[in-house]
């Protein structure tokens, strides 16, 4: 079974400018949603994270049982292995 991050990746180098999430308001290429997964990754590692670290992850009710765990990675970690989400539910 393939990680999120792994889907994303294999993803964006075959469909790089196709959509991949589209709101009433914007749309987001395959490429845009990596980039940004990516700087979240980084970020993430600038904090600490280390892979196999757990991430608190929280999302709005409406999300439901939408909000799974969430597999989280660094690019060009010699492991290959990340961050592993931890959904929390958003009160507000």
């Not at 469909?15 to 980039?35: P, W």
């Not at 600038?46 to 690019?75: C, I, Y």
């Amino acid at each position: 079974m393939y990680s999120l991050a792994t889907v994303l990746a294999l993803s964006t180098g075959a469909f790089a400018e196709r959509d991949a999430i589209v709101t009433v308001d914007s749309r987001l290429t395959y490429r845009q949603v990596n980039g940004d997964a990516d700087r979240f990754a980084n970020l993430l590692a600038s904090k600490g994270l280390r892979p196999g670290d757990e991430v608190a992850l929280r999302f709005p009710r409406e999300f439901g049982e939408h909000a799974k765990p969430v597999r989280l990675r660094r690019r060009r970690r010699p492991t290959g292995r990340g961050c592993r989400g931890v959904p929390r539910r958003w009160r507000g």
